[in-house]
């Protein structure tokens, strides 16, 4: 039973180890049009594993994806940066234009 009780807490002090991230990224062309493809640039520190939804039902764990969205309108962009059992999220709304 000890034993059991060392592993866990073990386990636990390693999950939590590292650094609490920072999610940051921008976005380029800054005014995007609808068809018109963006580059998300990754910015974040301290992370190990991504996580975006790019606000049109599509999804991507890659460092730097690329999007685009064929319709106009207000697009709610998320990035979760993760370290471990820590992670933070950024959320910013972009704007396609006709």
Known sequence: MKKHILLFGISILLFSCGKKPTADFTWSPQNPKAG?????????TDAKKYDWNLGNMKISSE???????????????????????KSNTKTVTITVVP
Do not use: H, V, W
């Open 36 to 44: 018109q493809e963006m580059q998300f640039t990754n910015q974040s």
């Open 63 to 85: 460092a730097n994806p690329k999007n685009t969205y064929d319709n106009a309108g207000n697009y709610i962009i998320d990035l979760t940066a993760r370290n471990g059992m």
